[in-house]
């Protein structure tokens, strides 16, 4: 099992570009989730997927845009980047309903937009 | 809406010494969870121990134990006989029992062991 996978580890952003940060799991794994992190301000949530076809909005959802139309892929999408979304992304999975079950971590992108 | 409070920013600790890591949080739920995580240099975030509110015996993981005081929305986090591998951020989180897809973090304590 690799786990939670997440690509790319780093990227360089001009403001106004797009991109997609890539998250994938192999634990068949029902929930998914992505996270920010910030200096001194903890992980907080981005939007979550509590299975395929189903996303929703997390405490900071605005700028990004996700889908999940396999169990396996959560993709993130900054449509067009700005200097505020220089951050740490994670993205998490976890088994689903009957839980809480633990939430694994992928490896994190860091994202600096200029 | 649920906030979770890491008043220590940093700490530091002598190898073989204790040392307790303090989290409070605010909730009006009557069920829910409460998480410790680890995230050493690498930035990979492990689970250190985690607590359901309906139990009141305090989780123990090892040199890894709680205080789970619920009147008073206490988590604190004791790490005995300390390691330098137990260097890291470390972060208290909240879920409740009925959204088990979404954690709350506090802001985190960095941890720093001697030798």
């Known amino acids: 099992n690799a786990g939670v996978t997440q690509t790319p580890k780093f990227q360089v952003l001009k403001t106004g570009q797009s991109m997609t940060l890539q998250c994938a799991q192999d634990?068949?794994?029902?929930?998914m989730s992505w996270y920010r992190q910030d200096p001194g301000m903890g992980l907080r949530l981005i939007h979550y997927?509590?299975?395929?076809?189903?996303?929703d909005q997390g405490e900071v959802p605005n700028g990004y845009n996700v889908s999940r139309s396999t169990t396996e892929d959560f993709p993130l999408r900054l449509l067009s980047a700005a200097p505020s979304q220089t951050s740490v992304y994670f993205c998490?999975?976890?088994?689903?309903?009957?839980?809480?079950?633990?939430?694994?971590f992928g490896p994190g992108t860091r994202l600096t937009v200029t | 809406a649920q906030t979770v409070t890491q008043s220590q920013p940093e700490m530091s600790v002598q190898e073989a010494e204790t040392v307790t890591l303090s989290c409070t949080y605010d909730t009006s739920e009557n069920n829910y969870y409460l998480f410790w995580y680890k995230q050493p240099p690498s930035r990979q975030m492990i689970l250190v121990i985690r607590?359901?509110?309906?139990?009141?015996q305090n989780a123990t993981e090892n040199r890894f134990s709680v205080n789970f005081q619920k009147a008073a929305k206490s988590f604190s986090l004791k790490i005995s006989d300390s390691q330098l591998g137990d260097t890291a951020m470390y972060f208290c989180?909240?879920?409740?029992?009925?959204?088990?897809?979404?954690?709350?973090f506090g802001t985190g304590t960095r941890l720093q062991v001697f030798p």
């Open positions: 998490a999975s976890s088994l689903g309903t009957g839980g809480p079950y633990e939430q694994y």
């Open positions: 607590q359901e509110a309906y139990k009141q």
């Open positions: 997927s509590v299975g395929a076809g189903i996303t």
């Open positions: 989180a909240f879920m409740k029992r009925r959204d088990t897809d979404k954690l709350i």
């Open positions: 634990m068949n794994h029902e929930y």
